[in-house]
């Protein structure tokens, strides 16, 4: 089975932290991509890696970056985390193809910035 | 530019009964289609995927769905709710069919489907 992992459940930030998310999958995907989920609004496309080194704004990109070292790695990186940015952020990765491959995600991580 | 429309942002059956969740897309190719779960705290599960085969199709735990070209739609049902079924539901849509894809995938808004005795 594919596993991917997130590297916290759960964390707590103050404001104007630098936060890393770190998240890793085991089954050589080409693909990996950041999601925030938030009541109401489905998940929302962060950024997206589709080689190493290689990355691609999504639909809501303020305020974050990311890094994609190895294949099998994949950042997120709030540079200085506010408020706003409280919410469950969903890492997942799936095979280069067509179109016609699934993701597959993490248990997520649900971030607090007091 | 693909999208997806969840009809109902919460459904609620009893125990045994049909369950039917709605997803209509748009879509300016062929598009291929998915339908994840999510139970609480916890992160999206695949149920199943139209991938341009059967329009019928089965997925895990007695779900399946039908895709309607006609219709744009990939409703996804179940013939008799259990309570296990209780989560939140996501249709989705791929960025291209056919050609290169990077993969993304559009979400609708979910689905919580509750179940009761």
């Known amino acids: 089975d594919v596993k991917v992992t997130q590297s916290s459940r759960y964390l707590v930030k103050r404001t104007g932290e630098k936060v890393f998310l770190e998240c890793v999958q085991d089954m050589d995907h080409e693909n990996m991509f950041w999601y925030r989920q938030d009541p109401g609004l489905g998940l929302r496309l962060i950024y997206f890696s589709y080689d190493v080194k290689m990355k691609e704004k999504g639909d809501i990109p303020e305020g974050y970056s990311v890094s994609r070292e190895k294949k099998e790695r994949f950042s997120l990186i709030l540079e200085s985390a506010s408020t706003n940015q409280t919410s469950m952020y969903l890492c997942?990765?799936?095979?280069?193809?067509?179109?016609?491959?699934?993701?597959?995600f993490g248990d997520g991580t649900r971030l607090s910035i007091l | 530019a693909q999208s997806v429309t969840q009809l109902g942002s919460h459904v609620s059956v009893s125990e045994g009964a049909l369950v039917l969740l709605r997803c209509n897309y748009s879509s300016s190719v062929p598009p291929y289609l998915f339908w994840y779960v999510q139970y609480p705290n916890q992160g999206l599960q695949l149920l199943l995927k139209y991938t341009s085969a059967a329009t019928l199709v089965k997925g895990i735990n007695g779900f399946e769905a039908e895709f309607k070209k006609s219709e744009t739609s990939f409703h996804l049902t179940k013939p008799s709710a259990h309570m296990s079924d209780a989560a939140e539901y996501f249709c989705?849509?791929?960025?291209?069919?056919?050609?290169?894809?990077?993969?993304?995938?559009?979400f609708g808004q979910g689905t919580i489907l509750t179940v009761h005795p």
């Open positions: 997942a990765s799936s095979f280069r193809g067509v179109g016609n491959q699934p993701q597959h």
């Open positions: 989705a849509v791929s960025d291209s069919a056919g050609g290169t894809s990077y993969g993304k995938l559009t």
